[in-house]
């Protein structure tokens, strides 16, 4: 936690920013009862994730501290405080948009890279080769092949391909 | 009847012996499944990234299903059920989000009419086969004691399953293994963590352990599950989050259809328990003689 957040650091128009992504629209509603921290099964092992703070930070506008930080990666989304929520804030779907968000904003974590990199090579996040067809024959179930021309199509007119790093 | 069969990536890979249940169970219940090659993962992952992407990869599967001449199509991970219902949701609910994205279906030479009902193969036997699979139970599985663990998808968020369980308790895993004579332990279900695992390992596997130490204080013979993910984190994590805790749990993971094909009388090595990970011989040995 540590430092003050002071006025200058604050982007007031960070909420609309929010608002007009899908998922972010209800953020305003939020009243701070600390419904979705009390639900969350996250915050119930570690502290550093906490909902409701992270509505707080986002609707004071601090832009910055909120993408930045690892937080909003650790929501499991479990839509249990979705579900309880009195003003219908769509917590889940609110935590969905800050991490699409971050992305535009240059920030994605190295294991939805990983996760990225492996959709673009075989259309899933699992390979399925000789190997894996083979230990499918010992279990009697039919072969697979992948087909990763769809998914290829999608991430590329949503130039999400440009995301994933160069082989070296 | 016929149906679609959604495998999803996790479950061809990670979880044969889920799939193998299930093609089995279906063989003893007359089920016919189509399986469509072209399938590719449900989108779920990309939500993360870029939602538009997720429900994009969800519906290039749905008229897939459709393009096939599929009405039904069942799921066996909770995630694909929950983004590929989600979809269907939003298709039907949410016209600018549609006019958005149809173009961009249509530009991967697919087109979708929302034909397709897309219900998870624990939820589809309730509706369908509860009845069969009562009439047709050969081995009570009296002196096991079992706790399902329904996972947070299945159910929610109740908005697009138009709350046919209850979404914090869903209840249809239980009915299902209430057929069996088995005895159930009415546990919290908390949230398995598999989606922390791939950002905070730590907290990922804090949260499986709850739920297994639950099992473990109540006596469970094993813990039931409907989704490869959560068996990836009480299954194949469990071995970790032992050490990391200095705990001991040595509790049996088995999958729904696995149980239900016990009772059916299908033979145990028909469905696929040669992959199970955990040691069964308590599990087993409470089944001798039945």
Redesign the interface.
């Known amino acids: 936690m540590g430092k003050t957040l002071t006025e200058k650091e604050l982007d007031f128009q960070f909420k609309y920013r929010i608002m007009r992504e ?2 972010g629209e209800k953020i305003v509603r939020c009243f701070s009862c600390a419904t979705c921290p009390l639900s969350c ?2 915050r ?3 502290e ?2 906490n909902p409701r703070r992270i509505i707080r930070l986002a609707l004071l506008g601090a832009k910055e501290e909120v993408l930045r930080s ?1 937080f909003i ?8 405080c ?2 309880r929520c009195p003003q219908d804030v ?1 917590i ?1 779907d609110l935590m ?2 800050l ?2 968000i971050a ?1 535009e904003e240059g920030i ?2 190295s ?2 890279q990983a ?2 990199d492996l ?1 673009y090579k075989h ?6 080769g000789e190997f ?1 067809n083979k ?2 024959f010992k ?4 072969a ?2 992948e ?2 021309e ?2 290829i ?3 590329e ?2 130039n ?1 391909n440009s ?1 994933i790093p160069e082989e070296k | 009847m016929r149906v679609g069969l959604f495998l999803g990536c996790t479950v061809p890979v990670r979880a044969m012996n889920y799939e193998q249940s299930f093609r089995r169970l279906a063989l003893e219940l007359q089920l016919e499944i189509v399986d469509v090659t072209d399938f590719s993962c449900c989108g779920f992952p990309a939500k993360s990234i870029k939602e538009e992407a997720g429900l994009l990869m969800a519906l290039a599967n749905l008229a897939l299903a459709e393009k096939n001449g599929i009405r039904d199509l069942v799921t066996l991970c909770n995630a694909c059920t929950e983004n590929l219902t989600e979809a269907n949701y939003l298709w039907k609910k949410d016209q600018g989000l549609k006019e958005k994205l149809e173009p961009l279906l249509h530009s991967l030479g697919r087109t979708y009419s929302g034909s397709v009902k897309v219900r998870h193969a624990a939820r589809f036997l309730f509706e369908e086969f509860k009845e069969v699979v009562a009439q047709r139970i050969k081995r009570r599985l009296e002196p096991l004691r079992l706790y399902p663990y329904t996972g947070c998808h299945y159910a929610r968020p109740s908005e697009i399953y138009e709350s046919f369980d209850n979404p914090e308790a869903p209840g249809t895993l239980t009915e299902l293994l209430k057929l069996t004579g088995a005895q159930i332990i009415s546990g919290q279900n908390a949230c398995c963590g598999g989606a922390v695992l791939g950002f905070k390992e730590e907290t990922s596997l804090k949260m499986a352990s709850i739920t297994l130490s639950e099992a473990r204080e109540e006596g469970a013979d094993a813990m039931v599950l409907i989704c490869p993910f959560c068996d990836i984190m009480f299954e194949q994590n469990q071995k970790k989050i032992e050490k990391l805790l200095n705990v001991n749990f040595e509790l049996p993971i088995v999958y729904l259809l696995q149980v239900l094909g016990l009772a059916l009388g299908i033979p145990r090595d028909e469905l696929g328990f040669n992959l199970n990970r955990m040691k069964m011989d308590n599990f087993w040995s409470k089944l001798e003689g039945l």
């Open positions: 899908k998922g099964p996250v119930a092992v570690d550093e994730f690892p990666w650790l929501c499991s989304a479990c839509y249990l979705s579900e769509k889940t969905t948009a991490r699409n992305v994605l974590p294991s939805l996760q990225l959709l259309g899933r996040l699992y390979e399925i894996e230990k499918r279990q009697l179930l039919p697979l092949e087909k990763k769809s998914v199509s999608i991430l007119l949503l999400l995301l």
